[in-house]
C-alpha cells in the first residue's frame, strides 16, 4: 500500500509565507503510525505546488498512490479539493481521506458536495486513520461502517460513525523524529480556554493530554542529532502544567542540546520561576494570545485575561531576556477608532518586540461561527464559494473594508514608530548566569533590526541606531560573536576599515574560529591595502567556498604589486 500524506496548498498569497509553508505536525504523527504498522508512507509539502501546476500530474502519476490523506485547515481545503479531482482523474482507484482541523469540523459539507472525497477522519487522526488504511488494505469495506471517527457515503448517503475515543497516553505514539524531520513540535494537546474565535476548544476539548518531559525531549534530541537546532513549539499553551515544563527545561539542560526555541502561551500561565527555566533552557520567544486593548472587545472574544496578568507577563518575559511577542485580532464587533487606540495604549505600555495583528475571521468549529450560522441563518453551503475564509467584518454594517484597512495600518504604523523606544529602553534582571544570555538576546534584537525581519521595513525610524546601540549592550554583558560580527560589519559599510579592524580583532580574541569574524576582518584589512594580513584570515578555512572567492582576490593584488 502506497499512502501520500499531503499538505496543499492555500488560495491567497500572505504577507507572512513562513506561517503557511510549514507541515502542521499532525501530519507526521499520523505517518509515524503508518511507518510504525511497515506502511509505505510519504509526505509531500505542496504548500505551494499551485505555482507548477504541471508538478501535480507527474508526481502522482510517478508515485501512484493508493491512499491520499490530505491535511485540511478551512484555508488550504480548495486545494485539497483540486489536487483530489486531478488525482482521481489519473488514478480512478485511489482513495482520498481528508483528515485535520479543517476536515472534522465540515465533513458532511465535504462529503455531500465533493464526489472526489471518499473518506473524512474526524478529530486525532493517528489510530483512525490506521484503522481505516488497515480495512481498505483487505478491501474490508463492511467494517468501515463501524470504525469509529469516520465520516463516509452509503449508497449515496453521508453517515458518520461515533466520534473516537482521545489517545489516553500521548506517550505511547511512535516518537515522529524517528521517521521525519521537522522543527514544529507539540507537547500538550487541547486547552482550557473558550475563546470564541478559536476551533482549538471544539477539535480536542476542554482536557488537556501531555506527552512526558521524556517523550519530548527524546523528540528534540532525535532532531538535534540531525542538526535542527532551532524549534517552534506549537501547543495552545505550552506553559500550562509549569512542573513539567520545568521538567523539560531541565532535561534540555542536563543532556547539554544547545538548542532554541519560541513557544506560544497564555499570560496567566507563566512566573518568574517557570520563565528562569525555559531561558536558561534556550527559550528565545514566547507569543501571547493578547488580542485586544480594550477590555470590552477582550470580553467579547471571551478571552478572560486581565489588563494586569497582560502587563505582568510581558514585563516579566522581557526581563529574562525572552522576546515577548504579542498575537492581536482586530476588526470585531464593536472596534473603533477608540478601541483601536485602547490597543495602541497596551502596545505601549507593554512594550513587546514583536506583534501579529490579525483580522478577525470566522472558521468553522467555533463559536463564532455557529452564531453567525444562526444570526444568518445561513448554512455550512456558504463554502461552496471559492474563498479562503469569512472575515468578521464582512458580516457587520458597522465595519467596512477600508476603515478594517485604516485600523490595521494604525496598528501596525504605531507599532513600528515605537519599536526603537520599546528595544532601547529594554530592562533585563540583574542575576549574574544570565549575563552570557542577556548578551545573546541583546545581539540577537540587534540583528533583527539590522539585517533580520525589521531590517526591511520603511516604517521603523533610526534601524542602524538602534542596531548598534543593541551590539554594544550585548558585548555590556559579555563576548558574544554576533555582536563583534555587527559591529564590524557596520563600521565596515561605514568605510571605517579601523574601526571594523578594531572590533573584530577583539571578537577574534574571544572566538578564534568564527568564520564570519575571521572572513569579515579579512575584507577590511583587504580594504585598507593590506592583503597579507587578509590572507592569514582566509588561510585558516579553506572548507569555505567564501574564503576560497577572498584568497584568489588576495592573490591577485599580492601578484600586481609584487
Ligand atoms: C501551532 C499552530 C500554528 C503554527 C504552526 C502550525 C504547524 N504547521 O504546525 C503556525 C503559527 C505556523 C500556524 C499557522 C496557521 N494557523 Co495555526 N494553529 C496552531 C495550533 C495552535 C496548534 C497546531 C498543532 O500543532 N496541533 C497539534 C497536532 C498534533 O494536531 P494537528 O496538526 O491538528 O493534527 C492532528 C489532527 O488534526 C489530525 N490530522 C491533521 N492532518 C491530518 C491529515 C490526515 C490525512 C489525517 C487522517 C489526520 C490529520 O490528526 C493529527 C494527529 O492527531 C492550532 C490550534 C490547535 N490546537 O490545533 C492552530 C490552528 C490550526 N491554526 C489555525 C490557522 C487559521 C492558521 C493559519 C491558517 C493562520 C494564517 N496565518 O494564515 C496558518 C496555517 C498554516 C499551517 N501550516 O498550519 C486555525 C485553523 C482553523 C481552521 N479551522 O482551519 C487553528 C485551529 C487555530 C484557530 N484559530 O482556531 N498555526
Ligand atoms: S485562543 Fe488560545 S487560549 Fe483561547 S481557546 Fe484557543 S488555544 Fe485556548
Not at 500521548?170 to 475563546?195: I, M, V
Not at 542538526?227 to 506553559?239: A, G, L, N, Q
Not at 527545561?249 to 506560544?264: G, N, P, Y
Request: glycine letters at 6%; hydrophobic letters at 40%; aromatic letters at 14%.
Amino acid at each position: 500500500m502506497k499512502i501520500l500524506l499531503i499538505y496543499p496548498y492555500f488560495l491567497e498569497e500572505r504577507p507572512d509565507y513562513e506561517d503557511v509553508s510549514v507541515v502542521p505536525i499532525g501530519v507526521y504523527y499520523v505517518g509515524a503510525v503508518l511507518k510504525k504498522h511497515n506502511y509505505d508512507v510519504e509526505v509531500l509539502n505542496w504548500h505551494n505546488i499551485n505555482k507548477r501546476p504541471e508538478k501535480i500530474k507527474q508526481t502522482l502519476s510517478e508515485k501512484n498512490p493508493d491512499i491520499i490523506g490530505f491535511s485540511v485547515l478551512h484555508a488550504n481545503r480548495w486545494g485539497a479539493i483540486e489536487i483530489s479531482r486531478i488525482a482521481k482523474k489519473i488514478i480512478p482507484y485511489v482513495k482520498i481521506v481528508f483528515g485535520g482541523i479543517g476536515a472534522t469540523f465540515l465533513w458532511n459539507h465535504f462529503l455531500t458536495h465533493f464526489p472526489e472525497i471518499d473518506f473524512i477522519v474526524c478529530g486525532e487522526g493517528e489510530y483512525t486513520f490506521l484503522n481505516l488504511v488497515k480495512c481498505l488494505e483487505q478491501k474490508n469495506y463492511q467494517d468501515i461502517g463501524n470504525l469509529k471517527g469516520i465520516a463516509f457515503r452509503k449508497k449515496g448517503c453521508v453517515l458518520k460513525n461515533p466520534d473516537a475515543e482521545l489517545i489516553a497516553n500521548l506517550d505511547e505514539l511512535p516518537n515522529p523524529a524517528q521517521f521525519f524531520d521537522y522543527q514544529h513540535l507539540s507537547l500538550t494537546r487541547g486547552c482550557f480556554g473558550k475563546c470564541r474565535f478559536c476551533g482549538s476548544p471544539h477539535f480536542w476539548g476542554p482536557k488537556v493530554r501531555s506527552h512526558s518531559a521524556k517523550y519530548f525531549v527524546d523528540q528534540l534530541e532525535m532532531l538535534y542529532e540531525k542538526k535542527i537546532t532551532f524549534f517552534y513549539v506549537s501547543d495552545d499553551t505550552f506553559t500550562i502544567h509549569k512542573g513539567r515544563v520545568i521538567e523539560v527545561c531541565r532535561l534540555i539542560l542536563d543532556r547539554k542540546l544547545k538548542l532554541t526555541w519560541a513557544a506560544v502561551s497564555r499570560v496567566d500561565t507563566v512566573d518568574k520561576d517557570l520563565l528562569y527555566w525555559m531561558r536558561k533552557a534556550g527559550c528565545i520567544q514566547i507569543s501571547y494570545g493578547v488580542e485586544s486593548g480594550s477590555e470590552k472587545i477582550r470580553e467579547f472574544l471571551n478571552k478572560k485575561i486581565s489588563h494586569d496578568r497582560i502587563k505582568n507577563a510581558f514585563a516579566l518575559t522581557t526581563m529574562y531576556g525572552i522576546m515577548a511577542r504579542a498575537y492581536f485580532i482586530y476588526g470585531s464587533p464593536g472596534e473603533s477608532m477608540s478601541t483601536i487606540q485602547e490597543t495602541i495604549d497596551l502596545i505601549q505600555e507593554i512594550k513587546p518586540f514583536s506583534c501579529m495583528f490579525y483580522i478577525l475571521d470566522i472558521f468553522p468549529g467555533t463559536s463564532l461561527y455557529k452564531e453567525y450560522k444562526k444570526i444568518f441563518n445561513v448554512t455550512d453551503d456558504i463554502w461552496l464559494r471559492r474563498v479562503e475564509d469569512i472575515m468578521y467584518f464582512e458580516t457587520d454594517p458597522d465595519l467596512s473594508a477600508g476603515l478594517i484597512s485604516e485600523f490595521g495600518k494604525k496598528l501596525r504604523n504605531c507599532f513600528y514608530e515605537n519599536l526603537p523606544g520599546f528595544a532601547l529602553g529594554v530592562e533585563l534582571a540583574d542575576i549574574k548566569e544570565f549575563y552570557p544570555l542577556h548578551s545573546d538576546f541583546c545581539s540577537r534584537l540587534g540583528m533583527t533590526f539590522d539585517h533580520g525581519d525589521y531590517a526591511h521595513i520603511k516604517g521603523i525610524p533610526e534601524k542602524g541606531k538602534v542596531a548598534e546601540q543593541l551590539y554594544r549592550k550585548s558585548l555590556e554583558y559579555y563576548p558574544d560573536q554576533r555582536a563583534y560580527l555587527g559591529l564590524g560589519i557596520m563600521a565596515q559599510k561605514q568605510g571605517a576599515s579601523h574601526e571594523s579592524i578594531k572590533i573584530l580583532s577583539k571578537g577574534i580574541e574571544h572566538f578564534p574560529d568564527n568564520v564570519e569574524l575571521n572572513l569579515c576582518i579579512s575584507v577590511s584589512f583587504m580594504n585598507i591595502g593590506e592583503y597579507k594580513k587578509a590572507l592569514d584570515y582566509v588561510l585558516k578555512f579553506p572548507q569555505s567556498e567564501y574564503a576560497h572567492e577572498l584568497m584568489s582576490r588576495c592573490y591577485k593584488a599580492l601578484q600586481k604589486t609584487a
